[in-house]
């Protein structure tokens, strides 16, 4: 992996904007563990939303790189590492109170059950997720759209068409958090709108 393409896959999905806070997953997320509970527009109580964020990275860097996930995986370069902290972090004396510092030690750590099983679906189903995108999309071609914006799109329509455990709503709010915390001004509207006719062609999951 180059180091343009490393420095994309973590700090493209590292350092969000502030923003309102989000409602919870009403998912399976009864494990709220002890860490930071919120960076920006997210809550990151619930293990669905570190989940949720920790595949999008790994969409992502997928996506810039061209690399399967499985390689990707085993070259283990979607981790922030203590010394990538520390070299973030070298002259603060802030540490114990520092949010970025919080941040990036919660995701020091190897993708969960979830995490692995969105990234997987998404890889797995790319064509499918992306023809009917493209459909609900109507003039907006797949390429033009952002790269991140791609990225929450595709999560989100797997967890609609795929997980039916899950109501399409929790999964439509939760991209539209991913999508003000990580993308433009437009895209938690763009998202939103995308994914609610997503939902509508997707009532009977694409198997």
Not at 84 to 94: A, F
């Amino acid at each position: 992996m180059t180091d343009d393409a490393t420095a994309l896959s973590s700090d493209a999905l590292a350092t969000p904007a502030p923003d309102a806070a989000a409602t919870p997953d009403a998912g399976a997320d009864a494990d709220a563990a002890a860490t930071p509970d919120s960076h920006g527009a997210l809550s990151y109580r619930h293990a669905r939303t570190r989940s949720r964020v920790f595949a999008l990275r790994l969409i992502y860097q997928a996506e810039m790189t061209n690399k399967r996930l499985d390689v990707i995986l085993a070259e283990g370069n979607y981790r922030f590492t203590v010394d990538h902290i520390r070299e973030c972090l070298y002259d603060c004396d802030q540490r114990g109170d520092c949010e970025l510092y919080s941040f990036f030690a919660l995701f020091d750590t190897e993708p969960d059950d979830y995490a692995l099983m969105l990234a997987r679906g998404v890889e797995e189903q790319r064509r499918e997720l992306d023809r009917t995108i493209r459909e609900a999309s109507e003039h907006w071609a797949l390429f033009r759209m952002p790269v991140v914006d791609r990225c929450i799109l595709r999560l989100a329509a797997w967890e609609i068409c795929y997980n039916q455990d899950l109501p399409a709503s929790i999964a439509i709010n939760e991209a539209v958090q991913l999508a003000k915390e990580y993308g433009g001004e437009d895209s938690p509207k763009f998202i939103n709108g995308l994914l609610g006719k997503v939902a509508r062609s997707c009532d009977d999951p694409v198997q």
